[in-house]
């Protein structure tokens, strides 16, 4: 089971696939379920349960999700070895963003059910599918083009964009692995515009965002 938090992203669960055993919350009526037991608890109880520094109102208790079949989409994001909580959780928000249905992670990639992703996500998790598997062998086989970023890729904003993509994002300070680089078929750079030009590197999640845009702006 996992937790999810806040009245706001509870209320996305009623629509989703994810079934939900039972809500602690310190205002029942907001919620307005009658189909699963909504326990009244005080603002006390609710900071002993909350992963959270300031907790919201609520908290859900939910089942781990049946793990759906992963077939290609036209648009995938693949991520490789991504660690930060919050980058995962923006990277998914982004992806309902644009309709990706689904994100394919390496196995060593931060949890998707971790509270912090799960908050991050801001409820988008019930609607982008998450699949975890061995990368080297997905993307050895895969019918997409699998595209990586590089800082001598080809210009995005000038970029011809192929039909079917794999976006691979690497880990926060690494980049990818050498193993998934060998599988790339074309690389991507965001030019930097700024006169020093010292800046290294963006935010995965950022650079994930101004990819994205550019991309379906074509």
């Known amino acids: 089971m996992f937790l999810v938090e806040g009245n706001k992203i509870i209320c996305e669960l009623s629509n989703s696939n994810f079934k939900v ?26 900071k002993k349960i909350s992963f959270l520094k300031t907790p919201k109102d609520s908290v859900a208790v939910c089942y781990l999700a049946d793990e759906e079949k992963m077939e290609d989409k036209n648009i995938q994001l693949v991520l490789d070895g991504i660690q930060d909580p919050g980058n995962l959780g923006t990277i998914i928000r982004l992806a309902d963003w644009f309709g990706i249905e689904q994100i394919i992670c390496s196995e060593d990639t931060v949890d998707f059910y971790n509270p912090k992703v799960i908050q991050a996500t801001m409820g988008s998790f019930t609607r982008v599918n998450v699949v975890y598997t061995d990368l080297v062998e997905y993307l050895s086989q895969t019918g997409n083009v699998n595209i990586g970023t590089d800082m001598d890729g080809e210009n995005i904003y000038t970029f011809d964009k192929p ?6 994002l690497g880990n926060e300070g690494n980049g990818m692995r050498p193993e998934t680089e060998k599988l790339l078929q074309k690389c991507i750079t965001i030019p ?8 290294e590197s963006l935010n995965v999640s ?6 994205l845009g550019q991309l379906f702006s074509k």
């Open 206 to 211: 950022m650079a994930a965002g101004i990819i």
């Open 163 to 168: 039909e079917k993509i794999n976006l691979i």
């Open 21 to 46: 055993k039972e809500i602690l919350s310190t205002d029942p009526q907001k919620l307005d379920r009658t189909d699963i037991p909504v326990t009244h608890i005080s603002e006390n109880e609710l």
């Open 192 to 199: 930097r515009f700024g006169k020093s030009q010292s800046t």
